[in-house]
């Protein structure tokens, strides 16, 4: 393919990419899926090198395009669960770190690299732990129990921050209103320029009134809600919509911000 016609395929992309978004019977398709799709747990059905990871394949290749285009030095998760989310992630920052070997001509020197994922937890359950530790690329992965939003993890997250280059955060933990604004507050002023953060489950708001029966959060009180208030007074990011708009079925709705300065 030249220069031209990749040019204009790319063009196309964005073109289609925009329609689609402005297709609200499509969009509408999107949510109608994960609504659908929830009570049979269709998230809990898939695995990153081996481990189970609770997330749609769509948002499983939108952070495989982040993580690709961004090339961060450090990845900071909240919640691990199962760690499936954790691997998938070290499995790119060690694709990215042999991409650098071979550009550079150099050996690859596995453990040699900074580029790393730090997973928060208030509960690592033992059996998961040790899973992950046992894992090949546990050599790229750092955990702290704890809770996401208690002052003294906190303080441990933006000090292991501290020299990192391009910092991309991801919050997937207690989906309440209160507790993601509490994190937004704590970590999204870690991303670096250009890079963003993440904010899972704001799909949460657009579920029906009845589908957490069982949780604390739902329709008016999730992060979804948490995102837009703190957007509010928080202008250096805005909502990247073109990544919903071409994934079209996501967990993540107005979720994917970005910093823009």
């Given at each position: 393919?030249?220069?031209?016609?990749?040019?204009?395929?790319e063009?196309e992309?964005?073109?289609?990419?925009?329609?689609?978004?402005?297709?609200?019977?499509?969009?509408?398709?999107?949510v109608?899926?994960?609504?659908?799709?929830?009570?049979?747990?269709?998230?809990?059905?898939?695995k990153?090198?081996?481990?189970?990871?609770i997330?749609?394949?769509?948002?499983?290749?939108?952070?495989?395009?982040l993580?690709?285009?961004?090339?961060?030095?450090l990845?900071i998760?909240?919640g691990?669960?199962?760690?499936g989310?954790l691997i998938?992630?070290?499995?790119m920052?060690?694709?990215?770190d042999?991409c650098?070997?071979?550009?550079?001509?150099?050996?690859?020197?596995?453990?040699?690299?900074?580029?790393?994922?730090l997973?928060?937890?208030i509960?690592?359950?033992?059996?998961?732990?040790?899973?992950i530790?046992a894992h090949?690329?546990?050599?790229k992965?750092?955990?702290?129990q704890?809770s996401?939003?208690d002052?003294?993890?906190?303080?441990q997250?933006?000090?292991?921050?501290?020299?990192?280059?391009?910092?991309?955060?991801c919050?997937?933990?207690?989906?309440?209103?209160?507790?993601?604004?509490?994190?937004?507050?704590?970590?999204?002023?870690l991303t670096?320029?250009?890079?963003?953060?993440?904010?899972?489950?704001?799909?949460?708001e657009?579920m029906?009134?009845?589908?957490?029966?069982?949780r604390?959060?739902?329709v008016?009180?999730?992060?979804?809600?948490?995102?837009?208030?703190?957007?509010?007074?928080?202008?250096g990011f805005?909502?990247d919509?073109?990544?919903?708009?071409k994934?079209?079925?996501?967990?993540?709705?107005?979720g994917?911000?970005?910093r823009?300065a």
């Open positions: 393919m030249t220069d031209d016609m990749l040019a204009r395929f063009a992309r964005v073109q289609d990419i925009a329609a689609q978004g402005a297709d609200a019977k499509l969009k509408k398709m999107g109608d899926f994960v609504v659908q799709t929830a009570p049979h747990k269709y998230t809990y059905n898939f990153a090198l081996g481990r189970p990871i997330q749609l394949p769509q948002d499983m290749v939108a952070m495989q395009e993580i690709w285009q961004l090339r961060p030095d990845i998760e909240t691990i669960a199962h760690g989310s998938m992630s070290a499995s920052l060690a694709l990215l042999y650098d070997a071979v550009e550079q001509g150099v050996p690859l020197d596995p453990k040699a690299s900074k580029r790393k994922v997973g928060l937890d509960d690592i359950r033992e059996h998961n732990r040790a899973a530790e090949p690329l546990a050599h992965i750092e955990m702290i704890g996401s939003i002052p003294q993890i906190i303080a997250v933006h000090a292991r921050a501290q020299g990192c280059e391009r910092v991309l955060v919050l997937d933990s207690n989906h309440t209103h209160a507790h993601v604004l509490a994190e937004l507050e704590a970590y999204a002023p670096t320029l250009g890079s963003y953060c993440v904010v899972f489950d704001t799909v949460v657009d029906p009134a009845d589908a957490f029966p069982d604390p959060w739902g008016g009180d999730n992060p979804k809600t948490a995102v837009h208030q703190w957007l509010k007074n928080n202008p805005q909502i919509h073109t990544i919903e708009n994934l079209l079925i996501t967990v993540a709705p107005d994917y911000l970005k823009i």
